[in-house]
């Protein structure tokens, strides 16, 4: 059972960046398909950003640009948002699964097998 702990959530005015960060503690996330992924009360969880085993990138349009998903040589997910409008304000989750479909399939949140609690993002206009 992978666990995940996100981090770095917060509050910011409009047009500014946070940086989000997601650990795994026992596991090697290089060796896992990881994504990001948000949701506000009411609505679908919608995937935000993906990042195969081997380094390619899935984002969603909305946030094409504007957020960048890495991983760093400590075994850490990040999730760099820059420019954030009210729009991003969500709760934001990282998830991993062991497959990678390297395609828009990786935003799709049902594929995903383990979850962290989240982390709440809110940008203020």
């Known amino acids: 059972q992978v666990q995940l702990v996100e981090s770095g959530g917060g509050s910011v005015q409009s047009g500014g960046s946070l940086r989000l960060s997601c650990t795994a503690p026992?596991?090697?996330?290089?060796?896992?398909?990881m994504g990001w992924f948000r949701q506000v009360p009411g609505k679908e969880r919608e995937g935000v950003a993906a990042?195969?085993?081997?380094?390619?990138t899935n984002y969603a349009e909305s946030v094409k640009g504007r957020f960048t998903i890495s991983r760093d040589n400590k075994n850490t997910l990040h999730l760099q948002m820059n420019s954030l409008k009210p729009e991003d304000t969500a709760m934001y989750y990282c998830?991993?699964?062991?497959?990678?479909?390297?395609?828009?399939?990786?935003?799709?949140?049902?594929?995903?097998?383990?979850w962290g609690q989240g982390t709440q993002v809110t940008v203020s206009s």
């Open positions: 026992g596991y090697i996330i290089s060796t896992y398909c």
């Open positions: 990042l195969t085993a081997t380094g390619v």
């Open positions: 998830a991993a699964d062991g497959i990678c479909y390297y395609n828009a399939h990786d935003l799709i949140p049902t594929r995903y097998k383990y």
